[in-house]
């Protein structure tokens, strides 16, 4: 707990508009979310009743909230007094409640952690951390990160794969500017025989990253792969369009916050939802098939399912969550750990937390268990 104290006595933080910060208890520990001024994301870290006392915000009964964010668990407290105000600027170190849930900020650190990975029988998808870009310019360093990502990268079994966010790419600044530089990482994926993949954003993406994908399976014939969301109601008919591609398909829940008219939104829906196109995936197309998820309950309908069909898939889930039961998979099936890495490491996790009210409770859940060394 001392190196996380230490953290949060450089940290800047305010809370709420009145300066307050946001604290939530989970299980015996309370954890302070606040903004940061100076940088405009979000800052979790997790604290103890002396720093609490310390900063003049007890908690007890009298502050408890008996809402609580969807399943998560968690109880909010509302600071009475302005804490965690008067900090000396944070330092731009990764700290180490962050460094287990991303490689690092350099390709150095990424190629350290596929090799870690490898060593354990588990595969690795490197992202370089980067999205919703304005500036060609900006699209265009990502690209170059890129381009050296798959100079560097080890040779592994499973081999490693890369993934990238359309938007880093410069979908936001043009469609034409988004695919001139996902051919040219796409020429050096298929060179190095790295698989691309194209992680899947808001809605308004949809159609153009299914686009890009298509005609990298034109070009390419395989080493490519696209994610699609099962709270998006139009998926079932994106998983019969592209059923015959060369690629493979990565199916995950969503994390994104969408209209009520294009998306499910009830937590129940969506594990239907899921369920119902995994049962699609494997029974009704030919693409290579990934199993994004760590629920429990998904991961064995996708081995009940594999049971029954004599297909090609794999697991793919997030570097630091439920990393155990990677490892278990991994003596069995085919799994694949997402990492993460960059100097955006703040936001990537401000803008998953806030994209869904259910994710915050997940990232505050594998923040103590990493600070309690579970």
């Known amino acids: 707990m001392g190196h996380v104290l230490a953290f949060l006595e450089r940290l800047p933080l305010v809370g709420r508009a009145d300066g307050t910060p946001e604290l939530y208890l989970v299980g015996a520990v309370v954890v302070a979310l606040a903004l940061d001024r100076e940088t405009d994301l979000l800052l979790a870290v997790v604290v103890d009743d002396g720093v609490l006392t310390d900063a003049g915000v007890p908690p007890d009964d009298e502050l408890l909230h008996g809402a609580t964010f969807g399943q998560s668990g968690l109880n909010r407290f509302d600071g009475r007094r302005p804490g965690f ?13 962050a460094d287990r849930f991303v490689a ?12 870690s990975l490898d060593d354990a029988g588990i595969a690795a ?29 080890p ?34 994926a298929a060179e190095t025989d790295t698989v691309l993949w194209l992680d899947m954003e808001d809605h308004g993406t949809t159609d153009a990253t299914i686009r890009a994908y298509e005609a990298l399976c034109a070009t390419y014939g395989g080493g490519v792969g696209i994610c699609l969301q099962a709270n998006l109601k ?13 690629g493979a398909i990565r199916l995950v829940k969503g994390a994104y916050d969408e209209p009520a008219d294009l998306a499910y939104r009830d937590r129940a829906a969506v594990d239907d939802a899921y369920r119902d196109l995994l049962r699609q995936l494997f029974a009704e197309t ?19 399912l594999s049971a029954r069909y004599d297909r090609d898939y ?9 990393e155990d039961r990677q490892r278990e998979l991994a003596a069995t099936e085919t799994v694949y750990q997402y990492v993460p890495y960059g ?24 923040i103590v268990d990493s600070v309690a060394g579970r």
């Open 85 to 97: 105000v008067s900090r000396p600027p944070t330092s731009t170190m990764l700290p180490p409640i």
């Open 104 to 115: 690092g900020e350099s390709i150095d650190g990424a190629v350290a952690h596929v090799r």
């Open 125 to 153: 998808i490197v992202n370089h951390l980067g999205e919703h870009y304005d500036d060609p310019v900006d699209a265009r360093a990502d690209t170059e990160q890129y381009l050296r990502l798959l100079e560097r990268l």
């Open 155 to 188: 040779t592994t079994d499973p081999p490693v794969a890369v993934s990238v966010k359309p938007s880093q790419l410069g979908l936001g600044v043009d469609e034409g500017v988004f695919r001139d530089n996902l051919d040219r990482i796409a020429e050096v």
């Open 234 to 246: 139009r998926t079932p008919d994106d998983v019969a369009r592209l059923a015959d591609t060369p």
């Open 286 to 304: 030919t693409v290579g098939i990934a199993v994004a998820t760590h629920d429990d309950a998904m991961i064995d309908r996708a081995l009940d």
């Open 314 to 322: 794999e697991f793919q889930m997030l570097m630091g969550v439920r």
């Open 343 to 366: 100097s955006a490491w703040a936001s990537y996790f401000y803008r998953r937390v806030r994209e869904r009210r259910e994710n915050l409770g997940f990232a505050l859940r594998a």
